[in-house]
């Protein structure tokens, strides 16, 4: 009689159904996409200096990228269902110790945030691969971005004007999201995943496959833009705000630039549409394009702090752009037999960009402000930009004998 009042999709079933895992996606993106753009102000606030946020958003990069690592290693010794558990009860840390304040407490408060966020990361996709289907997956990535696209678009803005009523109030709110990340997967019950059995042969070490990578230059390149787009996101999403309170423009522009742009999102089917109508090489050539005039105004505009907003907020749609499309020419040029292993290889990119953007940025902001990154960040398109000339001029159009992509 109870689970009459529990909703269809929160119910258990051996299979959960697709939309548990967007719900999944959606909350994370809730609790991620308020912190967004008050951890950078906060962290500033904490130290009064542009360069010392680099140095901490360094060192933060790399214990995510030792521990995500080390994640499906524990999996083996601590049942999965417990490992999502501890990411959710990592940010229930990151937020109390945000809370608490101070030098010391808000750098260990990211730190927590972003295991947080690679500990659910890694049990997430180990649940997607398990329960959903090949042929769903596509679908599932779908519902996943209709999920999170309103957090992320509605969480920036929402976090800084939560922050102006009262200081704590965001990071409440967070781990209010993240209390209610953790009671949804405890009611779907997802548990441990499916058993495995016991492999007849011994596993692939995907760094086997690391040499193989680097004699594939297209392989190289979708890599590289990769890295390079989400650089420029780690640019946005920490030095704008930043830039905008030594500007003079207040803490609330850097968060409603940050939600506006998260709303193009939504324009992704379109962006894909153009893709197919025109093809991979134009489009990625044409976002980095844009990104690199726009990333390079803003710094040498930074004279007239709303000319390099609005120029930041431009370069942003090519981000949106590569979002759709940046990831076409790694895809596109995996062999099927690899396909698996240069996966493993690809999702380094996020770690890369994570330690090489405030590893940059603290050498650049040595002897330049922080319009210094911006102008840094435009010559990281110019080099994508050059690379993607490289580009088949037919990748990803219409193979006369298939009839499609």
């Known amino acids: 009689m ?5 909703p269809l999709f929160l119910r258990h079933s051996t299979s959960p159904r697709l939309e548990a895992f967007a719900l999944l996606a959606g909350l994370e993106a809730a609790v991620r996409g308020t912190l967004i753009s008050v951890m950078p102000l906060t962290i500033y606030a904490a130290v009064q200096d542009a360069a010392i946020v680099s140095r901490i958003y360094f060192f ?47 750098p260990l408060a990211l730190m927590c945030a972003a295991l947080a966020t690679a500990t659910c990361f890694v049990c997430f996709n180990a649940y997607v691969l ?15 971005m209709l999920y999170a696209a309103t957090p992320w678009a509605v969480g920036p803005m929402l976090g800084v004007w939560l922050q102006e009523l009262w200081a704590p109030l965001p990071f409440l709110v967070a781990a209010g999201f993240a209390l209610l990340l953790l009671t949804a997967f405890w009611v779907l019950r997802l548990g441990n995943g499916k058993q495995i059995q016991r492999a007849k042969r011994p596993a692939v070490n995907p760094l086997a496959y690391l040499g193989r990578f680097f004699r594939q230059p297209r392989l190289i390149a979708g890599w590289l833009f990769a890295v390079l787009r989400s650089c420029g996101w780690w640019i946005y999403v920490v030095y704008l705000p930043i830039f905008c309170v030594e500007a003079g423009l207040g803490p609330k522009v850097g968060g409603v630039a940050l939600s506006l742009s998260n709303a193009l999102l939504f324009t992704t089917p379109f962006l894909l549409r153009l893709v197919h109508r ?22 040498l505009l930074s004279g007239w702090p709303w000319a390099a907003v609005i120029g930041l907020m431009l370069g942003s749609a090519g981000l949106v752009m590569l979002d759709a499309a940046g990831g076409l020419p790694f895809m596109l040029s995996v062999k099927p037999s ?4 240069m996966a493993a290889v ?26 210094g990154v911006f102008v840094a960040g435009g010559m990281g398109f110019a080099a994508a930009w050059l690379i993607a000339g490289r580009l088949h001029p037919r990748l990803g159009g219409a193979r006369p004998s298939r009839g499609g992509v």
């Open 60 to 106: 933060v990069g790399i214990a995510s990228l030792i521990w995500g690592l080390m994640v499906p290693w524990a999996t083996r010794w601590v049942p999965r269902r417990w490992m999502y558990s501890l990411g959710c009860g990592l940010y229930l840390v990151a937020m109390g110790l945000a809370v608490s304040g101070g030098p010391v407490a808000v």
């Open 130 to 144: 398990d329960y959903v289907a090949r042929a769903d997956l596509g679908r599932t990535q779908s519902l996943q």
């Open 2 to 6: 109870a689970n009459k009042y529990i």
């Open 278 to 299: 025109s093809s991979v090489r134009i489009v990625v050539r044409q976002a980095f394009a844009l990104c690199l005039v726009c990333f390079t105004a803003a710094g």
């Open 338 to 341: 690899e396909r698996v292993e």
């Open 346 to 371: 690809y999702s380094s990119f996020r770690d890369v960009s994570g330690i090489l953007t405030p590893g940059a940025a603290w050498l650049v902001l040595a002897f330049a402000p922080v319009a």
